[in-house]
């Protein structure tokens, strides 16, 4: 999805119609995979999986997790998620607080995975700090587009609510901050040295304390949701 969006922002300033036309395919084929693979749907068309990808020794993983939704919902505007895949970004975000929103350690915010993926290494609940402020910023970035669509579909989408709801993310991802001295940074997880998923046994949240551990990645989206940006469509960064 994060190369959709460099493609994209790539195809845009490229002169090269030979070279474009390899972005245009590459984009084709990720847009394809993730309507054809990555959404598993019901009879109803209604989404019961994401995948996070293809995996090595299952193919096409049984495992989801937060950050694909939410880089769905920051890469591809209503519109296109629409248009791509058939997908509302409401049922997005409806889908990610069912599977991944949890209370932990003091705060609500959004685990790296699900409780069927958590129970496979019987792990407890956590919560992300990276990608609730990721999932904060989608919902950001959502309101900001229909704030400036007029029409029958801006209309249909509760800004108020999810305004709302961007607030209450980041009243939680505060409750976490760390401030030494003029600083302020976030940490990862709240939990620490925990396996995230089945297949990485190599990837852990950091073994320091969550209450004196800051993390690079946390922080740098806390300060996205900050500034009301959204790092993944490049396409206003390339008109200015």
Not at 33 to 58: M, P, Q, W, Y
Not at 128 to 149: G, R
Not at 188 to 213: H, L, M
Not at 234 to 240: A, I, K, S
Request: glycine share 6%; hydrophobic share 40%.
């Amino acid at each position: 999805i994060v190369a959709y969006a460099m493609f994209r922002s790539l195809y845009a300033q490229e002169k090269d119609e030979k070279i474009k036309n390899v972005f245009a395919r590459e984009m084709q084929g990720i847009r394809k995979f993730i309507k054809e693979a990555a959404l598993v749907r019901d009879k109803k068309n209604n989404i019961t999986h994401i995948s996070v990808g293809c995996n090595h020794d299952e193919g096409i993983s049984s495992v989801s997790s937060t950050d694909v939704v939410s880089m769905l919902l920051l890469t591809f505007n209503p519109r296109e998620l629409q248009e791509f895949f058939g997908v509302s970004e409401t049922a997005l975000f409806k889908f990610a607080k069912n599977k991944f929103f949890v209370s932990a350690d003091g705060i609500e915010g959004y685990d790296f995975t699900d409780k069927k993926t958590c129970n496979i290494i019987a792990r407890p609940r956590m919560v992300s700090l990276e990608w609730t402020a990721q999932m904060a910023d989608a919902l950001m970035y959502v309101c900001c587009f229909y704030e400036t669509q007029p029409g029958l579909e801006a209309m249909r989408f509760d800004i108020i609510g999810h305004r709302g709801q961007v607030r209450g993310l980041t009243a939680q991802l505060d409750k976490k901050k760390i401030i030494t001295g003029s600083y302020a940074f976030y940490p990862y997880a709240t939990k620490n040295a925990v396996q995230i998923f089945p297949f990485t046994g190599w990837w852990k949240t950091p073994s320091g304390e969550p209450d004196r551990c800051g993390a690079l990645s946390s922080t740098m989206w806390r300060f996205f949701l900050y500034k009301e940006w959204n790092p993944l469509d490049l396409r206003n960064t390339t008109e200015n």
